[in-house]
């Protein structure tokens, strides 16, 4: 480089470093007359009601693709009791031709195998569930959408299957090859349920004139399938991967033909499949529902169709005109020493929902992350995290709906849900919106033009 590039280039740097350091020369002129103030407000009127639960979907049919089927029961003393088991049909597995002479065949085994789901197992993990198979003749009109008060009549019905377990969803299994029987083969964790080989064969003799799904179920209407469980809940994956005929779930049919040769064949489960549950609210509980004052104190959710919070914001008019920058909503769980937590922990995502023209809304500032597939803890929050004095705190970014309802085009009520509530049995305490150290908050930043 010759010395007229070089200091060329030193005069230009002189020129840059100057022009950094003067701040006075950036944005000068932006604003001539006007300033901008900032402000936050944190003072509003609102009010807390626990509401009953009530049933929601668990089949949306040609639509729905739930995973988690919690069955099995739990109560405690601040909550109540819950309690769910499922139904499913089963359908052919089209990837592979239905033998022709399984009829003919002689039975070794029939085995209802299941996947875990780790998300809805609930309460008391070392409880052994009892689980029963029955065959299910009475079975319901499945709407399009199947809500979890549908009642599962097990009057009549025939048990044809039993297992005792204790859940190991982590602990891979150890189980004799069928077509080599010196062999044995290491398999990942599942529930195998043993199914009456007697019941199968007087069910399928007729099986060689069954072509269609419809024929199926017409024959084997469906099954219900629960837990007499006192302290826990065990997650069933039912879902589409789980479900798929490369994946575990299904009926095993493991047979000998008319040669003598070992065969197998795997029904499928249906998906229409739904679980019935309820919850029943304790004594404690019951007295704080729909009840403003109690809300000023304590307030609950609770999945499945167990209770939820609503919040009115009274005074939210008072930011009409404001140029609201952020808004955060900060619920603070709360200290219910005979709740154990380890046992039965908090809900992992809060949602929030509000009502308008008696249809329900996900708040933009979920929906919003959901439909770019951005996970909720990144920009809404609404799961619970440590602080310092507490059982942990929820903090919910809400900016999209404080502004919405600050222009009256959202309702100035809205509702606390378990993420998931049809499929999530998890449950939390709150302190409610007038605790002296902890109540309920709605920060709001905004800016004023003076």
Same mark, same amino acid.
């Given at each position: 480089m010759?010395k %007229?590039?070089?200091?060329?280039?030193?005069?230009?740097?002189?020129?840059?470093?100057?022009?950094?350091?003067?701040p006075?020369?950036?944005?000068?002129?932006?604003?001539?007359?006007? =300033?901008?103030?900032?402000e936050?407000?944190?003072?509003?009127?609102?009010?807390?009601?626990?509401?009953?639960?009530?049933?929601?979907?668990?089949?949306?049919?040609?639509?729905?693709?739930?995973?988690?089927? +919690?069955?099995?029961?739990?109560?405690?003393?601040?909550?109540? =009791?819950?309690?769910?088991?499922?139904?499913?049909?089963?359908?052919?597995?089209?990837?592979?031709?239905?033998? %022709?002479? #399984?009829?003919?065949?002689?039975?070794?085994?029939?085995?209802?195998? #299941?996947?875990?789901?780790?998300?809805?197992?609930?309460?008391?993990?070392?409880?052994?569930?009892?689980l029963t198979?029955?065959?299910v003749?009475?079975?319901?009109?499945?709407?399009?959408?199947?809500?979890?008060?549908?009642p599962?009549?097990?009057?009549?019905?025939?048990?044809?299957?039993?297992?005792?377990l204790?859940?190991?969803?982590?602990?891979?299994?150890?189980?004799?090859?069928?077509?080599?029987?010196?062999?044995s083969?290491?398999?990942?964790?599942?529930?195998?349920?043993?199914i009456?080989?007697?019941?199968?064969?007087?069910?399928?003799?007729?099986?060689?004139?069954?072509?269609?799904?419809?024929?199926?179920?017409?024959?084997?209407?469906?099954?219900?399938?629960?837990s007499d469980?006192?302290?826990?809940?065990?997650g069933?994956?039912?879902?589409?991967?789980?479900?798929?005929?490369?994946?575990?779930?299904?009926?095993?049919?493991?047979?000998?033909?008319s040669a003598?040769?070992?065969r197998?064949?795997?029904?499928?489960?249906?998906?229409? =499949?739904?679980t019935?549950?309820?919850?029943?609210?304790?004594?404690?509980?019951?007295?704080?529902?729909?009840? !403003?004052?109690?809300?000023?104190?304590l /307030?609950?959710v609770?999945? /499945?169709?167990?209770v939820?919070?609503?919040?009115?914001?009274?005074?939210?008019?008072?930011?009409?005109?404001?140029?609201?920058?952020?808004?955060?909503?900060?619920?603070?769980?709360?200290?219910?020493?005979?709740?154990?937590?380890?046992?039965? +922990?908090?809900?992992?995502?809060? $949602?929030?929902?509000?009502? $308008?023209d008696?249809?329900?809304?996900?708040?933009?500032?979920?929906?919003?992350?959901?439909?770019?597939?951005?996970?909720?803890?990144?920009?809404f929050?609404?799961?619970?995290?440590?602080?310092?004095?507490?059982?942990?705190?929820?903090?919910?970014?809400?900016?999209?709906?404080?502004?919405?309802?600050?222009?009256?085009?959202? +309702?100035? =009520?809205?509702?606390? /849900?378990?993420?998931?509530?049809?499929?999530?049995?998890?449950?939390?305490?709150?302190?409610?919106?007038?605790? !002296?150290?902890?109540?309920?908050?709605?920060?709001?930043?905004?800016?004023?033009?003076?």
């Amino acid at each position: 480089m010759n010395k %007229s590039s070089i200091l060329f280039f030193l005069v230009c740097l002189s020129l840059f470093y100057a022009s950094c350091e003067d701040p006075s020369s950036i944005g000068s002129g932006l604003l001539d007359d006007d =300033k901008l103030s900032v402000e936050v407000e944190n003072q509003f009127d609102i009010e807390g009601v626990t509401l009953p639960g009530k049933p929601v979907i668990t089949l949306i049919q040609n639509f729905s693709n739930y995973t988690s089927y +919690p069955i099995g029961s739990y109560s405690d003393e601040t909550f109540g =009791k819950v309690e769910s088991e499922l139904f499913t049909r089963f359908v052919f597995n089209n990837s592979v031709l239905l033998p %022709s002479n #399984m009829h003919k065949a002689t039975f070794d085994s029939i085995v209802l195998v #299941m996947s875990y789901d780790t998300s809805s197992m609930y309460g008391d993990a070392n409880e052994v569930h009892n689980l029963t198979i029955k065959e299910v003749f009475d079975v319901p009109i499945l709407k399009d959408s199947v809500f979890s008060n549908t009642p599962i009549n097990t009057s009549g019905a025939i048990v044809i299957g039993r297992k005792a377990l204790l859940p190991r969803p982590k602990d891979s299994l150890t189980i004799v090859d069928y077509f080599v029987d010196t062999v044995s083969t290491r398999i990942r964790a599942q529930i195998r349920v043993p199914i009456d080989k007697n019941w199968f064969k007087q069910k399928f003799e007729g099986i060689k004139s069954i072509e269609t799904n419809l024929a199926l179920q017409s024959l084997f209407k469906g099954v219900s399938i629960s837990s007499d469980s006192k302290n826990s809940l065990l997650g069933l994956n039912f879902g589409a991967v789980a479900d798929n005929s490369n994946n575990i779930n299904g009926i095993n049919v493991y047979y000998r033909d008319s040669a003598d040769v070992k065969r197998n064949y795997k029904f499928l489960f249906s998906a229409s =499949k739904y679980t019935n549950f309820k919850s029943e609210p304790s004594p404690f509980l019951a007295t704080n529902l729909n009840s !403003p004052q109690k809300g000023e104190d304590l /307030l609950f959710v609770q999945g /499945l169709d167990g209770v939820n919070t609503q919040l009115t914001f009274k005074d939210i008019a008072k930011l009409k005109g404001k140029i609201i920058s952020h808004a955060s909503l900060e619920l603070t769980v709360a200290d219910i020493p005979r709740l154990d937590n380890s046992k039965y +922990p908090y809900i992992p995502q809060l $949602s929030i929902v509000y009502e $308008s023209d008696n249809t329900t809304f996900l708040i933009r500032d979920i929906s919003d992350l959901l439909n770019q597939q951005i996970q909720l803890d990144f920009g809404f929050g609404g799961n619970p995290i440590e602080k310092a004095g507490t059982k942990g705190v929820y903090k919910m970014n809400v900016t999209k709906l404080v502004k919405s309802m600050a222009l009256g085009t959202v +309702p100035n =009520k809205i509702r606390l /849900l378990a993420s998931s509530t049809n499929q999530r049995p998890h449950r939390t305490p709150f302190y409610g919106v007038k605790h !002296p150290t902890n109540p309920v908050k709605l920060v709001v930043s905004y800016t004023t033009q003076e």
